[in-house]
């Protein structure tokens, strides 16, 4: 099973707001999904997630592929770049 990070569109007409999920990539976009990982509100002045960061970081060490909106979200909130240096630290210590 292929786990991707994604965004869920909820709310209401013209007032979007999204929840970051964790889903099957086989799944519709507003579907099933294994678990949320924050909300992101587009119309709120800062455009910055509110984000699980130990379970984000978690699913990405596991292997799961962010979206591409997902993938700019995460370096807004800088959790990309703790992602980065955590993988090669990680190889680092691997191959020593």
Partial sequence: MAVHLR???T???KRPMYRLVAADSRKARDGRF?????IFDPL???GVPELKQERVLSWLHQGAQPS???RTLLRRSGLW???ETEKT???KTATK
């Fill in 89 to 91: 630290a990680r190889k």
């Fill in 7 to 9: 965004l869920a569109r």
């Fill in 34 to 38: 294994l678990e949320i990982l924050g």
């Fill in 68 to 70: 591409v909106t997902v």
């Fill in 11 to 13: 709310g209401r007409h």
């Fill in 81 to 83: 770049k703790q992602f």
């Fill in 44 to 46: 709120k002045d800062a």
